[in-house]
């Protein structure tokens, strides 16, 4: 059985950092691209970013709003993938939600989804 | 302001049909076969309910159903059941740069 489960999150104050991880099972975390996925309280979803699989090279994309701010990776050995959070803002204030690609090269559509880690921005 | 456009809400009565579409462009929509569509009841992860525009993942009911006509893709749900009541979502891919898109959302209400 395949499952996502996302860890991290908390209050944190307008400026700093935090770190979330997702820790797969049920499947092989490495041949896979894997994507985050936001949804701010009331509202509805917003694509983060992916990482791709190290076949395809490992690397990156970013949606706009988080872009020279957020960082994807992921640690086959141990099937975790990683979100680092840095110079956040209120308005990152979400639900995060660590999802499966269905493939390794690219940011299609996700087939799983972890239940989700709140993220609360404020002073 | 989202992407891609749904309407708000949707409601129907128990057994009836009701189709939410879901608007884009030709940057994305309109030129990729990449359409997904997902439910999410409150408090829970969004469940993907089809992919590639029509496809359905294993276990969804074939009372869903999706397709696309240009820039507007589109979910129907047929003999409308109380556990439909939920929000749906589309996505697309929007190619490299902006990879992917999401609609606002619409509420189902079953009546």
């Known amino acids: 059985e395949v499952q996502l489960v996302e860890s991290g999150g908390g209050l944190v104050q307008p400026g700093r950092s935090l770190r979330l991880s997702c820790t797969a099972s049920g499947f092989t975390f490495g041949d896979y691209a894997m994507s985050w996925v936001r949804q701010a309280p009331g509202k509805g979803l917003e694509w983060v970013g992916f990482i791709r699989s190290k076949a395809y090279g490992g690397t990156t994309e970013y949606a706009a709003s988080v872009k020279g701010r957020f960082t994807i990776s992921r640690d086959d050995s141990k099937s975790i993938a990683y979100l680092q959070m840095n110079s956040l803002k209120t308005e990152d204030t979400a639900v995060y939600y660590c999802?499966?690609?269905?493939?390794?090269?690219?940011?299609?559509?996700?087939?799983?989804w972890g239940q989700g880690t709140l993220v609360t921005v404020s002073s | 302001q989202s992407a891609l456009t749904q309407p708000a809400s949707v409601s129907g009565s128990p057994g009836q049909s009701i189709t939410i579409s879901c608007t884009g462009t030709s940057s994305d929509v309109g030129s990729y076969n990449l359409v997904s569509w997902y439910q999410q009841h409150p408090g829970k992860a969004p469940k993907l309910m089809i992919y590639e525009g029509s496809k359905r993942p294993s276990g969804v009911s074939n009372r869903f159903s999706g397709s696309k006509s240009g820039n507007t893709a589109s979910l129907t749900i047929s003999g409308l059941q109380a556990e439909d009541e939920a929000d749906y979502y589309c996505c697309s891919y929007a190619g490299s740069s902006t990879v992917r898109v999401f609609g606002g959302g619409t509420k189902l209400t079953v009546l």
């Open positions: 999802t499966r690609e269905t493939v390794g090269s690219s940011s299609w559509y996700s087939d799983y």
